[in-house]
């Protein structure tokens, strides 16, 4: 549901350098390169033969039904459907959630609408929706630090209906803590177009509250972007998604759309053949890295590895903590072990070779606030989640 974007692109702004830019994760590299672009196109083409999903039609049930069945298949059980009316007809929003390791209560949101106006909705909004399935296919299995809701919203064509209906039903009453919302609307490109550069989206709304956050994150999810697949980047600001009912709560929001503008949003021929579905598998791959990333993903489940034959017991305290910091290595070979503590972006605040069973740390440089302590050599890793107050 885009259709300013030409005129106010005006006053986008590119991408310069990058404050705090994280560096390439093997890990992450992997995943995002041993998948091909099959799966992408046929959930593009599965989701054009699904019809014209507008609200109220047998079409849009059948596209939720299809969701429900897939997210199943990859393995996940909690898998909600939240109702809202509207126009006197119930309307669905699909929510998935995975659920974090360290940071089981606060959310990574990477969303989408999956209704469409006028036509088959294959760009609009059947490549937000491909993606997210994908990211959600190749992450059920690995660990992540943080909760991830995947969230399909209906009645995005008619008014940001399904988003504005579970920000103001679901995520207010429940205070939900969310870490970022990353919202996937229209990626598309043209058919017979270069398309090579993707827009990232921020919040440069008023009241700017949760504005310096969202540039912070945008510019860590271009970074990704350029990281893990070919495709260039530029910044833009928020609108006209369901990303915009959780920004007016001063949520953190980012967001992507494509760069070329497709003209058949909204008509019978927003189908594949106008579009560029490799240009689709690069900002997969991109969203894949930006994901793990945003819900800090790992390699080793959280905790001893299997890998370790000691059973040895790592412990950290005080925590809550207020300056210092013991870690207590009991049993554990300290060769080439490393001590890690990030914040909630992700980002390294201070790295240590371990050199004692008892390393004691002096964390006075550090705000307040929610840390992930991480210990980890090349057979094991452990990882709690830390307090500064
Ligand atoms: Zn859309």
């Given at each position: 549901m885009k259709s300013l974007k030409t005129f106010l692109t005006l006053i986008s702004i590119f991408i310069g350098t990058i404050v705090n830019a994280q560096s390439y994760n093997n890990f992450y590299g992997d995943i995002v390169n041993n998948y091909s672009s099959d799966t992408i196109h046929k959930y593009l083409v599965e989701f054009e033969n699904l019809g014209i999903k507008e609200h109220g039609t047998p079409a849009l049930q059948n596209t939720l039904d299809w969701l429900v069945e897939k997210y199943t298949n990859y393995g996940y059980s909690d898998i909600e459907i939240d109702t809202f009316n509207y126009a006197a007809q119930d309307d669905y929003n699909l929510i998935i959630t995975k659920q974090g390791s360290v940071y089981p209560n606060t959310y990574v949101i990477i969303d989408g609408h999956y209704d469409t106006r006028s036509g088959t909705g294959t760009n609009d909004n059947g490549t937000g929706t491909a993606i997210i399935m994908e990211v959600a296919r190749l992450l059920e299995n690995i660990t992540t630090e943080y909760s991830i809701k995947f969230i399909h919203f209906s009645g995005e064509e008619d008014g940001l209906i399904g988003s504005t209906n579970y920000v103001n039903n679901v995520v207010l009453p429940t205070n939900m803590d969310i870490k970022i919302v990353f919202n996937i609307d229209e990626v598309g490109g043209v058919n017979g177009?270069?398309?090579n550069t993707i827009v990232c989206e921020r919040d440069q709304s008023?009241?700017?509250?949760?504005n310096a956050s969202s540039y912070a994150y945008t510019d860590t999810l271009a970074n990704c972007i350029e990281l893990y697949s070919t495709l260039m980047t530029e910044i833009s600001y928020a609108y006209s998604s369901d990303y915009m009912p959780f920004q007016a709560q001063e949520k953190v929001i980012t967001g992507l759309y494509e760069?070329?503008?497709?003209?058949?949003?909204?008509?019978?021929?927003?189908s594949l053949g106008n579009m560029d579905t490799n240009y689709v598998y690069e900002i997969t791959q991109g969203t894949i890295g930006a994901s793990l990333y945003f819900a800090v993903a790992h390699e080793f489940p959280i905790g001893i590895s299997d890998l370790d034959p000691n059973n040895q017991t790592i412990k950290i305290y005080p925590?809550?903590?207020?300056k210092e910091l013991t870690i207590h290595l009991n049993?554990?070979?300290?060769?080439n072990s490393t001590i890690l503590i990030t914040n909630i972006l992700g980002e390294t605040v201070l790295q240590k070779e371990v050199e004692n069973k008892l390393e004691r740390l002096n964390l006075g440089f550090l705000a307040s606030g929610i840390y992930s302590v991480t210990i980890h050599s090349p057979n094991f890793r452990f990882t709690e989640k830390l307090i500064v107050q």
């Open positions: 177009l270069t398309n008023n009241p700017s509250v949760a760069k070329n503008e497709s003209t058949h949003a909204h008509t019978p021929s927003d925590n809550p903590t207020q049993k554990l070979e300290t060769q």
